[in-house]
């Protein structure tokens, strides 16, 4: 699996630490998400996207992020 975390933190100036911080996993959680290394539960990828879209689309209720998004997935089963 692939993801844009990386990409969309960088745009936000935020450290992996900061994200894990708030959405309740560690640093290295991060990282591994960001080079394919771990996927993560349902739970996990939802707050992420929550995250990410108070951050960037604050009240804008027209434009937002869904999962898929940013967690991007290579197969198709």
Do not use: C, H, W
């Not at 844009?4 to 935020?14: N, S, V």
């Not at 991060?30 to 929550?50: C, K, V």
């Not at 995250?51 to 997935?73: A, G, H, P, S, T």
């Amino acid at each position: 699996m692939r993801t844009i975390i990386k990409y969309l933190r960088q745009e936000l100036k935020m450290s992996q630490k900061e994200l894990g911080d708030k959405v309740g996993v560690t640093r290295q959680t991060i990282n591994a998400l960001e080079n394919g290394r771990y996927n993560p539960s349902l739970f996990l990828a939802y707050d992420i996207t929550r995250v990410f879209n108070k951050m960037l689309f604050k009240e804008d209720r027209k434009q937002y992020f869904v999962m898929e998004d940013i967690f991007i997935f290579d197969d198709y089963y």
